[in-house]
């Protein structure tokens, strides 16, 4: 990640960044006006041009105004922690080629991930606008496909659901259900594939997690809970909620209208296959390859053979310690 932040300052985007400071902080200054947000748009595409930092070597980026207010309403228009929010993404993205590589829905193993549940992605939002996603820990089988292809068809459906601004602007509750998660599957949580899913999503990517709801975790996932909490800001920290099996308190924070029988709720069952089929929809309709995103248009029917077991020995070479 990036130490500092290198910035060449011109005359214009002086007077821009004067101008838009300056109708923040006064009372008739609303960033949910699109005319304030075009400015706010203008400001940060400036910011890009400016810098000299290596993330940005390559400045296609700046034509895209749909990913640049990705991280705008990341960080609520703040101009500068969005611009460093972006640095962050693409330094993570060229740090983690490995990882990232051929990010698709054609993907067989992501696929397999994806029809277990991971992620689940609900129809409604919750009362608040947010998009729900739920994970149902027990369908992951390890020896079907690695921790790895977990983290890489998550973070696909998120680039996904981040195109639609109600996400970006709302945010996302998740819930995680821990319900017959086994300890021999907690063996598989490999804590430095788990530090680059804390790295990517506290730091990296335009993303913001409102809540994460935690549901039957056994003493073991609490455990491994207590070992990885020190390695999250606080903020995250204080957004995870444990409700072990009282699924009543998870009701009081989301309408049992919306979510699934098997979070005794009254929508119906929560059917993968929906969300399966929206993203492989979506990656057909792809007609340009845009290198700073994670999706990309490369259309293939198999990943190379070796590719999920050279990626977790790769993960596996990095050391993070294990202790609280």
């Given at each position: 990640m990036s130490g500092y932040f290198e910035y060449q300052w011109?005359?214009?985007?002086?007077?821009?960044?004067?101008?838009?400071?300056?109708?923040k902080n006064s009372k008739s200054y609303n960033f949910n006006e699109p005319t304030d947000r075009n400015k706010a748009l203008t400001a940060f595409k400036?910011?890009?041009g400016a810098s000299v930092d290596f993330a940005l070597k390559d400045k296609s980026?700046?034509?895209?105004?749909?990913?640049?207010?990705?991280?705008?309403?990341?960080?609520?228009f703040r101009i500068d922690e969005a611009f460093k929010l972006l640095i962050n993404y693409l330094d993570y993205k060229q740090r983690n080629v490995e990882i990232?590589?051929?990010m698709s829905a054609l993907d067989e193993q992501i696929q397999m991930a994806l029809r277990d549940g991971y992620p689940g992605v609900l129809p409604e939002r919750d009362r608040r606008g947010r998009k729900v996603i739920i994970f149902f820990t027990s369908h992951w089988n390890p020896n079907s496909y690695s921790l790895v292809t977990i983290?890489?068809?998550?973070?696909l459906s998120?680039?996904?659901?981040?195109?639609d601004k109600q996400n970006q602007a709302n945010g996302f509750v998740a819930i995680v259900d821990w319900t017959n998660f086994s300890m021999r599957q907690t063996t598989h949580l490999n804590p430095k594939i788990l530090k680059h899913?804390?790295?990517?999503?506290?730091?990296?990517?335009?993303?913001?997690?409102?809540?994460?709801?935690?549901?039957?975790?056994?003493?073991?996932v609490d455990a491994a809970l207590a070992v990885i909490k020190p390695f999250l800001k606080e903020k995250t920290r204080d957004r995870i909620i444990l409700h072990g099996s009282n699924l009543s308190t998870l009701h009081d924070c989301i309408a049992k209208d919306i979510l699934p029988t098997e979070l005794g709720g009254e929508a119906k069952p929560i059917n993968p296959l929906d969300w399966v089929h929206t993203l492989i929809e979506s990656s057909q309709s792809m007609n340009e390859q845009q290198s700073y995103r994670l999706t990309q248009c490369t259309v293939y029917s198999k990943p190379?053979?070796?590719y999920i077991r050279n990626t977790t020995c790769l993960l596996q070479q990095e050391e993070w310690p294990m202790t609280a």
């Open positions: 011109n005359n214009r985007l002086d007077r821009n960044f004067g101008e838009i400071f300056a109708e400036d910011m890009i980026c700046s034509q895209d105004d749909e990913f640049l207010l990705r991280f705008l309403f990341a960080k609520k990232l590589q051929k983290y890489r068809s998550m973070l998120l680039e996904k659901l981040l195109e899913f804390i790295e990517a999503l506290q730091d990296c990517f335009p993303i913001r997690f409102k809540a994460i709801h935690f549901v039957g975790q056994p003493w073991y190379p053979q070796d």
